[in-house]
Each structure stands twice: as C-alpha cells, then as structure tokens.
C-alpha cells in the first residue's frame, strides 16, 4: 500500500518561515483532497489547509493569510508554505489524501516555533 511521508519540519523562531512537503511512496492516482492537519500539545487534531484537485484551497482561520498549500500534480505533492509563523503553530503536522475513497495518512512532521 503507498504511504505518504512529510518532511520539512524543524525548529524555527517566532516570525519565521517553514515549507512541509507531503510525497507519496507508490502510486496514488485521482487525488481529489490533499490536506494538511495538525495537533499541538494537548489539542485535538484540526484541519489547517485543503486543496482540492481543480485548485480550490481552503484555510483554518487561524492561518489564513500565512500559510499557503499547493500541489504538484506531476510529482504527486503537496506543500505547506508557513510564514510568520507562532508559537502557537507548534505541532505535529499531518498530511491526508482521499483518493477514489480512500483515506492517506502521513506519520507527521514536528515543527515547533519557540525563541
């Protein structure tokens, strides 16, 4: 079965900027979500951004207008642009696809944003 990896994350100070990447190892085709969540320390998982496979992109309030999710179809991957980033950012973060009905998950990625 193909599992999708995360990279990118990593230790960055307030107002810094990150890029996560999400990859799939195998083949997923007809992709029709690409996601980001997220869980911080003692939170529950939220969903931080969505693509959807026309384009369209959806964003959690708290990251709308820092934080920019993209997909590369011929690479089969999606990205999180984090910029501005804040100690309340601190999370693991997840990458999920559903594709023909099926649901990915990543393992996760650590980013934590502390001075």
Not at 22 to 45: E, H, L, T
Not at 53 to 67: E, P
Not at 75 to 91: E, F, G, H, I, S
Request: aromatic share 10%; with cysteine; net charge positive.
């Amino acid at each position: 079965q193909a599992l999708l990896t995360e990279s990118g994350g990593g230790l960055v100070q307030p107002g810094g900027s990150l890029r996560l990447s999400c990859a799939a190892s195998g083949n997923i085709s007809r992709v029709n979500i690409m996601a980001w969540y997220r869980q911080g320390p003692g939170k529950q998982r939220e969903l931080v951004a969505s693509i959807y496979s026309g384009g369209t992109a959806n964003y959690a309030d708290s990251v709308l207008g820092r934080f920019t999710i993209s997909r590369d179809s011929d690479k089969n991957t999606v990205y999180l642009q984090m910029t501005y980033l804040k100690p309340q950012d601190t999370a693991v973060y997840h990458c999920h696809w559903i594709a023909k009905a099926v649901d990915y998950w990543g393992q996760g990625t650590q980013v934590t944003v502390s001075s």
